[in-house]
């Protein structure tokens, strides 16, 4: 009895003790919240001096904040409106309080807002102390790294040894400054520059190689972003300048550099002074400018001291080009089939672009009836006319023609709605087609096999080089290109061979297009609008519209929604004024992409009861913003991504959420995030939610623990994609087996803020990981624990690329090597502990290596050496880039399928 009450009277102690440490948050709270203003307001004032001083030697191009710092910003500026608002919270509590001040009227509330304000307090405090290292002899910035310009893929060339060696010669000549390659269009002008380019990093190491891609719409800002991200002038230095001291920013860093700019497609007079750039007579010509261009007396108006003309292959060369397209086997399969490739590869009249894309087309067509056919619409074409630029169309329609069917043809031209020289990404396009019908015809096929059919279509329409692969396109966020000469035969298609009736509005055709031609508004039937910075009228009535894309564009105006009744895809991701219930109107619509406000959610979306699929963005809302109904009333939806802006804790809403999309009869594809247990366990009840779950996110639940988690994803059959952010309750876990995790469709992974985390062994059961990102987790010591009795061969085997970074503690990727046979990338930063990498001493000739200077030179890893001319330098303004646009442009299609998270973001300011 005795011992009880000595256990009764210690749990006393112990809850009295607690109850104190309880009331003091409320007790303290005009104290703290006192000493919380005056020390935030300290702290900014650091970190303003800080900011100059790095500014100082940024802007200039002289150096790069340090990693220390650099983390130290970004963690004021992730507080700062969590400051604000627990200030404001404080305020309100103390403003309420009775009995002459000095009760509060909420206890509940009183609590809740003085532990925030201590907890922010605390937060201010170790960052004050962070900060007071900079303000002594603490080096806050390091010599930035040489950028500029990688080796660029190069496919084999014909012809252009001759025009190499003589643009060579002038490069090193000493008194030319600014060369110019001219010729028309597919004549190789890109080829050879790309050739340059990679011969200049050869050759001349010491030159910053910078490439720039101009295109017909001379756009100056985005010309000098990319020049700045080549020269190393950092996100924080360029977003603080205005349009004025941009120009300054760059000839500040250039006038110092042995630089090579090369301007890629030049349609209009660039005067190098307005995006910064030095002449280069100014330095003695030592620096250099070159530019491709169609227009011969555009090197004149560039002031180009040589200029050359590629031209087209000799008879030889272009019989060589066109053989090795079509390739040796199909050539030899009949005696005649040379004899007409002889006479087909002649009447591309030596441009290179025909001889490929036609080549192309005939490669594997072994039936000589074939070979005569195309020969026979190949010479009877339009060749009686002057403009050569109709001819080239003319040859490369016969690869058009002879495309499969009119669903190749109709995707091809589809492509061309996207701007010049535009990355397509595959998920997105193919959504896309789908709502347009044109490859959804059989409506008894799964969604992933209708997928498959759209990755039919892209390989084929590549095979016959109609459309072009771009770097890393193994990742799952796949993309490609449509060469610009390509481009503009689709548009001439789509205009029915020149007969002014267009049909297709790109850009400026639609931007410019006047409201009062009411019957060529009657002929439209595509619109397309994409990343245009300058403000505009959005298009008025179009009553033939079936496709609407408005992307990252200022639209002043968005009217007469309701008057485009056949709109079947709609895509609305940029900033505009409109009456969002009149998409109720648009009952015929099949594809949906809709970037809103939370609050703008309309009700009358319940109206589209043929839309199959929909992408949906609430930029400052959560899943409470979606009315209840509307989602329930999509009875042919077969594809639903949510993306929320805010953390939702409205757990009834998830439920109700969960439970409508459970409803739809023909759902099939769901990428959702969950911040609520609630909402989470209502998935987890559903078999059918749990076997459509395609990309999931989920957002700090404390409470979720490694066992549940990986019981939880290992039910999601069709999970791609996973996102774990802040998930404080994942701890080291390693009863891992076989029978318990199995992650057999899981490819991109990104795990951020679980900061118990330490390991992540159980990724090896997903054979088909391509793509692994860990991101401040502070506990990870190792990425996969080794076990000594389990064959390793299989771990990692489908990695693409791997990014590693703030994570302070961690030793080891994996204790002994891995083959890595797809392995392509290495991105590692802030990871002072890591001293190897496990890699065999052979590297693979594709892989590159990231990271830092200084943690390069510290690795203790004897096959180091071996990788030397793998390592490519990376400073703390590549991290912070990559983690905004890593989810776009290697694959993380989080949350909302074809587009991240940072891109919706992005694209609707």
Not at 12 to 38: D, H
Not at 61 to 68: I, L, P, Y
Not at 223 to 235: L, Q
Not at 857 to 869: M, T, V, Y
């Amino acid at each position: 009895m005795e011992k009880l009450g000595d256990i009764i009277w210690d749990i006393t102690k112990y809850l009295c003790s607690c109850a104190k440490k309880e009331a003091r948050f409320i007790c303290e709270l005009e104290e703290n919240l006192q000493s919380l203003e005056s020390k935030w307001k300290k702290l900014e004032a650091m970190k303003k001096d800080v900011e100059a001083q790095i500014e100082e030697v940024e802007g200039i191009g002289e150096g790069q904040r340090t990693h220390g710092v650099g983390v130290w910003l970004q963690s004021i500026q992730n507080i700062q409106k969590e400051v604000e608002y627990n200030l404001d919270q404080g305020a309100q509590e103390i403003q309420n309080k009775c009995l002459s001040k000095c009760c509060p009227k909420n206890c509940k509330s009183s609590y809740k807002a003085g532990k925030n304000v201590a907890k922010m307090l605390a937060e201010v405090d170790h960052l004050t102390g962070e900060g007071q290292r900079f303000h002594k002899d603490y080096q806050i910035t390091h010599k930035p790294p040489r950028k500029g310009t990688d080796q660029m893929p190069l496919d084999e060339t014909v012809g252009q040894d001759l025009i190499f060696r003589q643009v060579w010669s002038t490069i090193e000549s000493n008194n030319v400054g600014v060369i110019g390659l001219w010729g028309t269009g597919g004549i190789g002008k890109t080829t050879l520059l790309k050739k340059i380019s990679n011969e200049l990093g050869k050759r001349k190491p010491d030159f910053l190689v910078i490439w720039v891609v101009v295109s017909k719409e001379l756009d100056l800002d985005a010309i000098m972003d990319n020049i700045r991200k080549s020269v190393g002038i950092g996100d924080a230095t360029w977003s603080s300048c205005n349009n004025q001291e941009k120009p300054s920013k760059i000839w500040a860093v250039l006038k110092k550099k042995k630089f090579a700019l090369l301007l890629d497609d030049v349609w209009e007079r660039l005067d190098l002074n307005l995006v910064g750039v030095p002449h280069p007579k100014g330095s003695n010509f030592e620096s250099k400018v070159l530019f491709t261009t169609r227009i011969e007396d555009m090197c004149g108006k560039m002031h180009a001291q040589e200029s050359f003309k590629v031209d087209f292959l000799n008879e030889k060369e272009a019989l060589e080009l066109f053989h090795m397209k079509v390739g040796e086997e199909t050539l030899n399969s009949h005696p005649r089939i040379k004899v007409l490739a002889e006479e087909m590869a002649a009447e591309c009249r030596g441009l290179p672009l025909a001889l490929t894309v036609l080549g192309s087309a005939m490669a594997g067509v072994k039936d000589v009836k074939a070979w005569e056919s195309s020969k026979n619409n190949l010479t009877s074409s339009s060749w009686t006319t002057l403009d050569l630029e109709k001819r080239v169309f003319s040859i490369l329609k016969l690869s058009y023609d002879q495309l499969p069917d009119d669903t190749h043809r109709n995707c091809f031209l589809y492509c061309a709605l996207y701007p010049e020289n535009y990355e397509i990404r595959v998920s997105d396009i193919i959504d896309k087609w789908i709502g347009e019908g044109f490859i959804c015809k059989d409506m008894t096929k799964s969604i992933q096999d209708i997928r498959n059919d759209g990755q039919s279509v892209i390989a084929k329409l590549k095979y016959c080089c109609l459309l072009e692969s771009v770097e890393d396109d193994v990742v799952v966020g796949r993309s490609f290109k449509m060469h610009d000469m390509i481009r503009e035969v689709a548009m001439w298609l789509s205009c029915d061979q020149n007969k002014r009736i267009k049909r297709v509005l790109v850009q400026e055709d639609a931007i410019t297009t006047s409201c009062d031609d009411v019957e060529k508004r009657k002929i439209v039937e595509r619109i397309s609008i994409m990343n245009r910075k300058v403000k505009h009228v959005a298009p008025v009535s179009y009553p033939n519209l079936v496709t609407l894309l408005l992307r990252r564009c200022r639209i002043q105006h968005l009217q007469n929604l309701k008057c485009m009744s056949k709109l079947k895809v709609l895509e609305l991701r940029c900033r505009y004024t409109c009456e969002l219930g009149e998409i109720g109107e648009l009952v015929l619509l099949e594809y949906l992409c809709l970037s809103i406000d939370g609050s703008k959610c309309p009700k009358e979306l319940k109206n589209l009861k043929n839309l199959k699929v929909f992408n949906l963005f609430l930029r400052y809302g959560d899943i409470a913003s979606i009315p209840s109904g509307v989602i329930s009333s999509l009875q042919q939806l077969r594809v639903l991504r949510v993306c929320c802006g805010r953390r939702g804790e409205n757990s009834e809403a998830d439920e109700e959420f969960l439970e409508e999309v459970e409803s739809l009869p023909k759902i099939e594809e769901i990428n959702v995030d969950m911040a609520t247990e609630k909402g989470l366990n209502k998935l987890l009840q559903s078999g059918k939610l749990l076997g459509c779950i395609y990309a999931l996110r989920l957002y700090e639940l404390d409470t979720i623990e490694m066992p549940s988690l990986l019981a939880c994803i290992s039910k999601m059959k069709r999970l791609q994609q996973l996102g774990l952010v802040g998930l404080s309750g994942l701890k080291d876990y390693s009863g891992i087996y076989d029978d318990t995790c199995r992650l057999s469709m899981l490819q991109s992974v990104y795990i951020t803020y679980c900061h118990s985390l330490m390991h992540v062994t159980w990724l090896k059961h997903a054979p088909l990981l391509q793509l692994l990102l860990i991101y401040n987790c502070s506990s990870v010591e190792e990425v996969i624990k080794e076990d000594e009795n389990e064959d390793s061969s299989s771990v990692f085997s489908s990695l693409v690329n791997l990014h590693l970074y703030q994570m302070p503690k961690l030793q080891s990727i994996h204790k002994t090597a891995l083959s890595f046979p797809s392995l392509k990338s290495i991105s590692i930063g802030g990871c002072p502990n890591l001293k190897g990498l496990p890699l065999y001493s052979n590297p693979a000739k594709q892989l590159i290596i990231h990271g830092q200077e200084d943690w390069w030179n510290s690795l203790e890893w004897d096959a180091k050496h071996n990788f030397q001319l793998k390592f490519q330098p990376l400073t703390l303004d590549d991290v912070n880039i990559s983690f905004q646009d890593w989810f776009t442009a290697v694959g993380l299609d989080f949350i909302i399928g074809p587009y991240s998270y940072f891109d919706l973001f992005e694209g609707c300011f």
